[in-house]
């Protein structure tokens, strides 16, 4: 029944606009500067006039939608704090007081947490309505979480850029907080990109030698444990994901739903974002890079997306850092496309354009 809603709305996906993408292509070769100077900053600029539809666009109102939710593999020993540290930052989310909300006030973001699956209820975040369950289960015991779970999460995820459009928001920025989230996203990164669980699995927010073996084991247990379809991605992120990563996955695919620009930012909403364009392929048009992120599957998953970062700065902080980092950046080129004098203008004859 809810996956027939999901279905519903996958339907309803729509590629980038390319009349649009075509303009903005051309009024780029008429700005009086070196051509194709601006590099990934004007194909950015040039790719969310596809997303939205018109190459007269702003996005001056910006989000960051940071999911937060617990998991239950944290049991294993594989994080270096206890798991009471989600429901502590999700708190300081809402009192510009954790290391995003910094970067974000200086990136004119508004912070917006999200209780989607913590263990406890958190009086300044938490809404029933937007809680799947008080946190997943242990996935090296038992699947993380049902499959109704998943697509509960995933809807939220949509309906929450839903949202975002109705209040406004011209773009949207990821991120997650979930103690536990870099082993279940290692799990998903190693069955959809086919790589062996040492490759793709870091220290996470910091590990000592044992902490990281019994890291590597947990994930290959869950794996064996549970034996995911790997060409089934709702199926994976049910049984060795987790609820963030679930909600980010809606993010993604309303995105592309709701034709809203929606920047990825590390390891974790990476994953999530190779999970959405697995479900439905046209959902990577609307998804932005940002970082490539220091954890060791970092670059393989932007890799698996065909998107290259803007920038690279071995980060690896989560909660949304990265894609708050790049939205000055995405500004700066916006405001050279919007507001620099054309050739014309100026008075230099137009050279006739090659193509780079
Ligand atoms: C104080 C603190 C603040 C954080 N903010 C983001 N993360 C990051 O670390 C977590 C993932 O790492 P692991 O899988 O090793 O638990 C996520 O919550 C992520 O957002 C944090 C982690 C800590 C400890
Ligand atoms: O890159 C990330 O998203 C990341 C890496 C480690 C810990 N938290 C987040």
Known sequence: MLEQSLLAILEEIKPKDETAMEEARKHWLNIAKPLFSLGKLENAVIDMAGMK?????????????????????????????????????????????????????????????????????????????????????????????????????????????????????????????????????????????????????GKGAGLTGEGFERKIQAIKKAIDLNKPDVSDPIEVLAKVGGLDIAGLVGVFLGGARYHIPVVIDGFICAVAALIASRINPVAREYMMPSHVSKEPAGQMLLKALELEPYITCDMCLGEGTGAVAVLPLLDMGLAVYRQMSTFADINIDNYEVFDE
């Open 53 to 201: 539809g018109t190459c007269d666009y702003r996005i001056d109102k910006r989000g960051l939608l940071i999911f937060c939710a617990d998991n239950g593999v944290v049991e294993e020993g594989v994080t270096q704090t206890g798991q009471e540290v989600t429901a502590i930052v999700a708190d300081n989310f809402t009192k510009n007081a954790t290391s995003v909300c910094h970067m974000a006030n200086i990136a004119k973001a508004n912070v917006i947490p999200i209780d989607i699956g913590m263990v406890v209820d958190v009086e300044s975040i938490t809404k029933k309505d937007l809680k799947v369950s008080y946190g997943t289960k242990n996935m090296t015991k038992e699947a993380a979480m049902t499959r109704e779970e998943a697509v509960r999460a995933i809807l939220i995820g949509i309906d929450s850029v839903k949202r975002c459009k109705e209040a406004g928001y011209d773009i949207l920025a990821t991120g997650e907080m979930g103690i536990g989230n870099t082993t279940t996203s290692s799990a998903i990164a190693s069955l959809l990109l086919e790589k062996p669980v040492e490759l793709v699995t």
